[in-house]
């Protein structure tokens, strides 16, 4: 089975400090995303990434920034937090470049600005 | 946005009823995917129906596409308390485009 892991469930940062939310997938999948879900809102897409060292932003990538320096590996960085920045953030990856491969999804990472 | 809607927001059913979802999107797609979601937890994928296709089963699920009406729908028969989730349709363009979800809760 395809596995996703995020670095933290639960994270209480304060604002203006620098967050890393670490994913790592173990299925040697090209495509890797950052989303964030908001109730009301559905998933956005933050970021994703479809090699190595490549990177696209999504609908809003304001205030992120990502690193995929890793084929297994893709980080979002929040490089000064901000309360609006409180979210449940997924990774998700997927095998293939292009829309119709499925993504498999981490557990979620719920971040708390205060 | 192409970001897809699912209606209603949210459904309470008896267990053993079934239960409906819809999705409607706005453009062109060369697939539509359905997603589950348990509370607090990352997304699970269900189906696929891709574009030239009307309808699609798997196990207790049966999924339709109106590619004219640029909708949707989601059917889960037989419904459990364990199907108590958020579910999601999601469709592909440059990037794939999430709904909003529909929460279905499923009473025992």
């Known amino acids: 089975d395809v596995k996703v892991t995020q670095s933290s469930r639960y994270l209480v940062k304060r604002t203006g400090e620098k967050v890393f939310l670490e994913c790592v997938q173990d299925m040697d999948h090209e495509n890797m995303f950052w989303y964030r879900q908001d109730p009301g809102l559905g998933l956005r897409l933050i970021y994703f990434?479809?090699?190595?060292?490549?990177?696209e932003k999504g609908d809003i990538p304001e205030g992120y920034s990502v690193s995929r320096e890793k084929k297994e590996r893709f980080s979002l960085i929040l490089e000064s937090a901000s309360t609006n920045q409180t979210s449940m953030y997924l990774c998700?990856?997927?095998?293939?470049?292009?829309?119709?491969?499925?993504?498999?999804f981490g557990p979620g990472t719920r971040l708390l600005v205060l | 946005s192409q970001q897809g809607e699912e209606d209603p927001q949210a459904l309470s059913i008896q267990e053993g009823e079934n239960a409906t979802m819809n999705c409607s999107y706005k453009t062109s797609i060369n697939n539509l995917q359905w997603y589950r979601q348990n509370s607090g937890r990352g997304l699970v994928h269900l189906i696929l129906i891709r574009s030239n296709e009307r309808e699609k089963h798997s196990g207790r699920l049966r999924v339709t596409l109106d590619t004219s009406k640029k909708s949707s729908s989601l059917l889960i028969t037989a419904s459990r308390a364990a199907d108590t989730a958020s579910y999601f349709c999601?469709?592909?363009?440059?990037?794939?485009?999430f709904g909003t979800g529909t929460s279905l809760t499923v009473i025992p």
């Open positions: 990434s479809y090699d190595v060292k490549m990177k």
């Open positions: 998700a990856s997927s095998p293939r470049v292009g829309g119709a491969e499925t993504q498999y």
């Open positions: 999601a469709t592909d363009g440059n990037q794939f485009y």
